[in-house]
């Protein structure tokens, strides 16, 4: 039998999303008591009941706010003004508020500044499904942090406790930062889908199969060697591969066509400025691509 998680600080709950319930479980595990969790929805009350069993559900976030030290605004990222506002209320100096929205930073909390507390911003470079399957993902996991100085320290901790990796970030730089993982996580959902929706229409059975091991092998190769992992015909200069391309794409679907388009251009800009094809080559990609 494991020995039980040391005491950590009460923590309470507003939004039981799919990342805010993971979140709270994952911290409760650690050792923080969750006194309270607000829910605004069935959906949420369920995602409450499974993975915060016997955690006080309350529709009232104000109530959240009352019972804890520390709360977490798991909230839509567009509502995080509006319920900072609300929340000035209720605030007390000494509290701790911390939101994981990867765009936002202390700003948005500043109502709650004025109330005395402290402000904390912790995203997960993660994508959550709102289930149990989730917690193994924190391990390891960098966690963009931005606070105020007084509370830096507890910052980094409450990612520790999490298991996952703290990573600081300024305030001005986490619209940048967040917009990266979405051009590269969220867009890769759309580019992998409209490729698998074209191989379906020639007639493969599972698309998968043919690009999991390519997407896998591409990946890992980026990662370790950036724009050097580059291959395929745009980063050749092949313009008469890339004409057929276009022909076929357009005529299962206008809008991969478009996709690939604006992706040839962009990889055409990259390949030349690595030495890969000629200026002219580049110019002459772009025009073809580029062509409507």
């Known amino acids: 039998m494991s020995a039980p998680a040391p005491a950590r600080e009460p ?5 039981a999303g799919r990342l805010g319930a993971v979140l709270g479980a994952a911290w409760r595990a650690a050792g923080h008591p969750i006194t ?6 069935a959906a949420a009350r369920d995602r409450a009941a499974l993975l915060l069993p016997g ?3 309350v529709a009232d976030p104000a109530d959240v706010v009352r019972a804890a030290g520390i709360v977490l605004l798991a909230v839509p990222d567009d509502a995080l003004p509006s319920v900072a506002r609300t929340l000035a209320a209720p605030a007390r100096p000494g509290q701790v508020f911390v939101h994981p929205s990867g ?8 109502p709650l500044a004025t109330a005395g507390a402290a402000r904390v911003a912790l995203h997960p470079a993660m994508t959550f499904t709102g289930t149990p399957a989730d917690l193994p993902r924190l391990a390891g996991c960098p966690v963009a942090v931005t606070a105020d100085e007084a509370v830096g320290s507890l910052a980094e901790r409450l990612v520790s406790d999490l298991g996952g990796r703290p990573v600081r970030l300024a305030e001005e730089q986490r619209v940048a930062y967040h917009a990266a993982l979405c051009h590269a996580a969220n867009h890769l959902v759309t580019l992998v889908a409209q490729a698998q929706d074209v191989l379906a229409a020639t007639g493969i059975e599972d698309p998968s199969v043919l690009l999991r091991p390519l997407l ?3 990946l890992a190769n980026t990662l370790r060697l950036g724009d050097q992992a580059l291959t395929g015909p745009v980063s050749r200069g092949d313009t008469g591969t890339v004409r057929g391309h276009l022909a076929a794409l357009d ?3 206008g809008e991969v066509g478009r996709t690939y388009r604006d992706l040839a251009a962009a990889t055409a800009r990259r390949a030349g400025r690595m030495g890969r094809i000629t200026a002219e080559q580049v110019a002459e990609l772009t025009e073809l691509v580029l062509r409507r």
């Open 11 to 15: 923590l309470g709950v507003v939004g």
């Open 36 to 41: 309270a969790v607000s829910v605004r929805s």
């Open 55 to 57: 955690v006080p559900v």
């Open 103 to 110: 765009a936002s930073g202390l700003a948005v909390l500043a």
């Open 216 to 218: 896998e092998a591409v």
């Open 251 to 253: 005529a299962i679907d």
